[in-house]
């Protein structure tokens, strides 16, 4: 073998070798992001450094011992704030995935199995909501509800299942397209039994990473609306509050928006991290490389 088929065949081993490593380690590192925030979230419930409405130390205090990460224009810990709104955050994120889970799968097997006509009007109904931002939709829903975390919620989850609903409808058709269901549906397989036996098994995968992606951007909708006024009010301490609060002191006391800052961005990009490992452990294509 000549030495250049034989340095061709080692780099095609090291890419098929990175190929292989690259899901672990996107994984690896999506999961100590999420890990990291999810255990801040759960250390929150039972121990804080201060209880939110201390006011007791000084204002726009530097880091030090007794606060570590300095406090607030009021005196305000800020790590204990960062904690509670490592909570809000991931409460958030998973109450609005799951009302768009719930709403967006159900509402794309509906258009799936409906007829064409109804099938049109879902579909041009979605594609409406689709094309309006989620945090245009969540402010038109929080206005009507009013702030707090339930409306936060319910605001981010049905402005996100437009895109659930839409997903859900194209992976379902395809797979109703396919011969073995097609077979399944005139052997007189009931329609509850081809969902559950064909349809989500095949779609789990996909919605899946759909759906992990959708949480980051859940996350990036509730700090939104706290930076505006419209997410949970006090004393709930929101990542998107604390930079609200800290714009006007940024220069004089940094950490105060720095903090909060690193936070969603280090959540929102692990939660990116684990749907992109997802993607590349979920492909077929991709196992059958491996």
């Avoid at 073998?1 to 899901?23: C, E, F, I, N």
């Avoid at 300095?70 to 704030?81: V, Y």
Wanted: net charge positive; aromatic share 4%.
């Amino acid at each position: 073998m000549s030495g250049a088929a034989l340095k061709a065949q080692t780099d095609a081993v090291a890419t098929a070798s990175a190929r292989r490593r690259r899901p672990y380690a996107t994984l690896i590192i999506g999961i100590v992001l999420v890990g990291l925030v999810v255990l801040t979230a759960v250390v929150s419930l039972v121990w804080l450094p201060y209880p939110l409405s201390d006011i007791s130390g000084d204002r726009l205090e530097s880091p030090s011992p007794a606060h570590l990460l300095g406090t607030d224009r009021l005196g305000r810990d800020l790590l204990s704030q960062l904690m509670v709104g490592a909570r809000i955050a991931l409460t958030v994120g998973a109450g609005a995935v799951l009302i768009a889970a719930v709403i967006g799968i159900s509402l794309g097997l509906v258009a799936a199995f409906a007829r064409p006509w109804l099938d049109d009007t879902l579909s041009a109904a979605l594609d409406v909501v689709i094309a309006f931002p989620v945090l245009l939709l969540a402010m038109l829903v929080v206005a009507v509800q009013g702030p707090s975390l339930f409306s936060a919620i319910l605001a981010i989850g049905l402005a996100m299942s437009a895109v659930v609903a839409r997903l859900t409808r194209i992976l379902a058709r395809r797979v109703l397209g396919e011969q073995y269901v097609i077979a399944a549906r005139t052997s007189g397989t009931r329609l509850g039994g081809i969902i559950r036996q064909h349809v989500l098994p095949n779609i789990a995968p996909t919605l899946l990473v759909s759906l992990a992606l959708q949480f980051g951007i859940a996350v990036l909708a509730e700090a939104s609306l706290s930076y505006l006024g419209l997410g949970a009010p006090p004393p709930n301490a929101s990542w998107g509050r604390m930079l609200q609060e800290a714009q006007g002191t940024v220069l004089t006391a940094p950490v105060g928006a720095i903090a909060p800052g690193i936070a969603i961005v280090a959540l929102v990009l692990g939660i990116n991290f684990l749907a992109d490992g997802l993607r590349e452990w979920t492909d077929p294509t991709r196992r059958r490389s491996r």
